[in-house]
C-alpha cells in the first residue's frame, strides 16, 4: 500500500505516493531528480546526498517517509547553466570535476557547510567532505575549492 508524504524539493512543494520501505533515494530518482546518485546504497559513499532541513545526508539510508514534511535541495535545486554557484564554479576552476560521479554530492556537502558557516577551516571542509568519497581525484583540490567559494560568499572574491 502506498502512503502520501508532502515535501518541497527544491522550493517546489510537491505531494509523492510513496511505498514506507521506500529511501528517499528511489523515490527522488524515480521523480526525476538523476542529480542523485546511486553508489554504493549502504551510507559509505555520498554519491547519494541531498540537504534535508539544512543538513547534508545520504539518501539511501533514509526512508522517504522521514522526510515527510521537510525540505530537501538536490544538485539541480543550486545554480544555473547562467548563474552557478560558487561552489559549482571553484569545482571546475580546481579542476576536482573528472568522471563527476561523486560532484552533486560533494557540492551539496560544501553547500551545507558553507550555509552554516561561510568562514570554515581546512579542518572543517575536510570533516564536511569527509563522507564524500571520489575515485578520480585526491583530496586537495576539493578543499582549495570550497575556501575559494567561500572568498565568493563572503564577497572577498569574484
Ligand atoms: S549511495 Fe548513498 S552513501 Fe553511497
Ligand atoms: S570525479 Fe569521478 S568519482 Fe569523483
Known amino acids: 500500500m502506498k502512503h502520501q508524504i508532502n ?3 527544491n522550493g517546489e512543494r510537491k505531494t509523492l505516493q510513496i511505498y514506507l520501505s521506500e529511501t528517499l533515494l528511489d523515490v527522488l530518482r524515480r521523480e526525476g531528480y538523476k542529480g542523485v546518485k546511486f553508489g554504493c546504497n549502504e551510507g559509505t559513499c555520498g554519491a547519494c546526498t541531498v540537504i ?27 545554480g544555473t547553466r547562467e548563474k552557478p554557484h560558487p561552489v559549482q564554479i ?28 561561510p568562514n570554515p577551516t581546512r579542518d572543517e571542509i575536510k570533516s564536511a567532505l569527509d563522507g564524500n568519497l571520489c575515485r578520480c581525484t585526491g583530496y586537495r583540490g576539493q578543499i582549495e575549492a570550497v575556501l575559494k567559494a567561500a572568498e565568493i560568499i563572503r564577497g572577498e572574491k569574484k
Do not use: W
Open 52 to 78: 534535508l532541513n539544512g543538513r547534508a545526508v545520504k539518501s539511501c539510508i533514509i526512508l522517504a517517509a522521514q522526510a515527510h514534511e521537510g525540505k530537501i535541495i538536490t544538485i539541480e535545486g543550486i
Open 90 to 117: 571553484t569545482f571546475v576552476e580546481e579542476n576536482v570535476v573528472q568522471c563527476g560521479y561523486c560532484i552533486p554530492g560533494m557540492i551539496l556537502s560544501a553547500k551545507a557547510l558553507l550555509d552554516k558557516n
Open 7 to 9: 515535501v518541497t524539493i
